[in-house]
C-alpha cells in the first residue's frame, strides 16, 4: 500500500526529499517495500494543490520553476488548489505530513501548530523544524502517542547525520551522562578559517556569507542560538531529560580574535564552539560556549562546515560521530529515513495482525 504524503512547505529541503523520493523510487519500493506518493503541496507563497490520487512530482517541480506557483498545475481531475497549511493537514487523504514549512524558531510556529492538527488528525509527522522539538516536545510526543501516531524529527540535528537515531538504536543500555558537540557548521567553519588562514573574524563571516554557508543575517548562528535549541532537542531526546532553551547557558564567537586563536595554537588546542549537556546530581546542566579544545579531542579534528558530537556513556566510553550537519539532499534524507521507519513500523503491525 502506498504511503501518501502531504507537504507543508516546499522550500529547499522538501523539494529536496521530492527528488529523492523520485529517482530512489524503484530502489526504495525493492529494499524496503517503501512506495510513497504525494498527494498535497502546501506553501504559503507557492500556492497549494492536492490529488488524492497522487501528483506527478516532476510536473510540480517543473510548473513551479516555470511560472513560480503550484496551483498552474495541470487542470487533472479531482485537483484541488488554494487550500491553506491547517485545511491540507485535516482534509486530505495524506497518511504523513511532512512539515518544512518557514517556522519562527522563537516561537516554534506554525510548525507546532501543523503537528497539533495532524496528530488530532490520526496523522504522522515527519520534520525538520527545531522550535516545535526545542520548546514544545513534550507536550507534542504526548500528544502524538495519545493519537498513535510517529513524530519524527532526526533532521532537526546535524542533518541528515543520525545524531538522534544513533544513540536510541545502537547506544541502548548504556547511560549516557554527557553529550559535546560541533553542532553549528557556520561557527566551525569561521573558526577553522581563523586558525588556518589567520584571517579576522570579520574576514571569516564574509566569506562564509559569500558562500551562503552563513545568513545574511548570522545572529542565529554566531550567537550560539542554533546550537542552544539543537542541545535542548538532544537533552529531551536522547537523555530524557527534561531542559528548556532558558536554562542553557549562551555564548556566542563574535568576541574571539585572531590573538586568542593563536594563543591557543601555541597550547596545542583549537576553538570550537561545543554545546554541552550533563548529568549532575538528578538533573542536566547545559550551556553553548566557545571552548579551547585540546588536539587529541576527538571533537579538535573537525574542521570546515562538519559538525560532530560526542557522547559519554556508562558501558561504551565515548563515542563520536561526525557528518554534514546542512545541505539540501543532507536534510532531505533526514526525513526520509523518518519515513523509512514509519514504513518498517507499518510492515511489523501487519505481519502480527
Known sequence: ??????????GVVGQGLAEILNDKKEVLKQDEGFEAVIVAISDLIKGSIYLP??????TAIQVLKETGSLENYPQTSGLMTGWDSLKTIRETNADTIIEVSYTDVKTGQPAIDHCKAAFESGKNVVMTNKGP????????????????VYWGFEGTVMSGTPALRMPIAALAGNDITEIRGILNGTTNYILTKMEEEGVSYEEALKEA????????????????????????????Y?????????????????????????????????WKLLAKARKENNRVIASVVPEKVDATDPLASISGAMNAITY???????VTLSGAGAGKIETGFSLLIDLITIERERQLVRLFS
Not at 490520487?53 to 516532476?58: A, P, Q, R
Not at 586568542?260 to 596545542?268: R, T
Not at 559519554?312 to 565515548?318: R, S, V, W
Open 1 to 10: 500500500m502506498a504511503h501518501k504524503l502531504a507537504f507543508i512547505g516546499f
Open 312 to 318: 559519554e556513556c556508562d558501558l561504551l566510553g565515548t
Open 238 to 270: 536522547v537523555m530524557n531529560a527534561p531542559l528548556t532553551v532558558e536554562e542553557v547557558f549562551c555564548k556566542g564567537i563574535t568576541d574571539i580574535t585572531l590573538k586568542d586563536i593563536e594563543e591557543a595554537k601555541a597550547e596545542g588546542k583549537r
Open 209 to 236: 556569507q559569500e558562500l551562503g554557508i552563513a545568513e545574511a543575517d548570522p545572529a542565529s548562528d554566531v550567537e550560539g542560538y542554533d546550537a542552544r535549541y539543537k542541545i535542548v532537542i538532544l537533552s529531551n
Open 53 to 58: 490520487s497522487g501528483l506527478d512530482i516532476n
Open 133 to 148: 522539538v526545542a520548546l514544545a516536545y513534550k507536550e507534542l510526543s504526548d500528544l502524538a502517542n495519545k493519537h498513535g
